[in-house]
Each structure stands twice: as structure tokens, then as C-alpha cells.
């Protein structure tokens, strides 16, 4: 049994994504406090430019390590609401043919008592 609590399951995609973000917005800054001091350096808008594409080089493998965790409990959620969608979509077709079933059998008792 999981320790975690389903509420706090019903989340994982926000908490990902916020802690993915984070990640990024910390490499985008360590990167312009490095450009600010001239380590690397950065020559107008091509320069930050070039500073937003190293901070998303940068952040994407981090957020892969350290993210491994939230990135699981999300892809659970997800393939728990997709077996709940093909449960629901199933109980819907049954249910639709069912009633067709029904339909047709009594146009066809209709049509026996006719004849």
C-alpha cells in the first residue's frame, strides 16, 4: 500500500510542473548572475537569449535526476485517469447497446404481433 495520500496524488502533475519550472528559473538565474559578473560572456539580446537556452540545457537533466520521483506519482495519475476514462467510455458503449438491443427487440415484437 502506498504512504501517500490520495489527495496528495491528485496533484502530482502540478507539483511536477511547478518543481520542473523551478529548476529552470534557478539555472536561468545562476546563468544571468554569471553573465552580470562576466564569466560568461553575453553581448545583447543574443547573449540572454543564448543564457535562456543554456539555463534549459542545464535544467533538463537536473529535473530528470531529481525529479524521478515526481515524475513517477504523475505518470501514475495519468494512467490512472486514462483506465478510468476507458472504464467509463466501456460502461457507456455497454450501456448504449443495451439500449439498442432493447430498441430492436421490441420493433421485432412489434412486427411478429403483426403478422
Not at 496533484?11 to 554569471?34: E, G, K, P
Not at 539580446?45 to 529535473?63: E, K, N, W
Request: proline residues 3%; contains cysteine.
Amino acid at each position: 500500500m502506498s504512504s501517500q495520500s490520495p489527495s496528495s496524488k491528485s496533484h502530482a502533475t502540478l507539483r511536477y510542473t511547478s518543481m520542473r519550472a523551478t529548476i529552470f528559473l534557478a539555472c536561468l538565474l545562476a546563468a544571468l548572475l554569471l553573465g552580470h559578473s562576466g564569466v560568461i560572456p553575453v553581448a545583447g539580446t543574443t547573449g540572454y537569449i543564448f543564457l535562456v537556452g543554456l539555463a534549459a540545457l542545464v535544467s533538463a537533466p537536473l529535473s530528470y535526476v531529481l525529479l524521478s520521483k515526481q515524475r513517477d506519482e504523475m505518470s501514475a495519475q495519468i494512467a490512472d485517469r486514462m483506465t478510468g476514462m476507458r472504464s467509463r467510455t466501456a460502461d457507456r458503449i455497454s450501456a448504449q447497446n443495451a439500449e439498442e438491443d432493447a430498441a430492436d427487440e421490441a420493433v421485432r415484437a412489434a412486427s411478429a404481433q403483426q403478422n
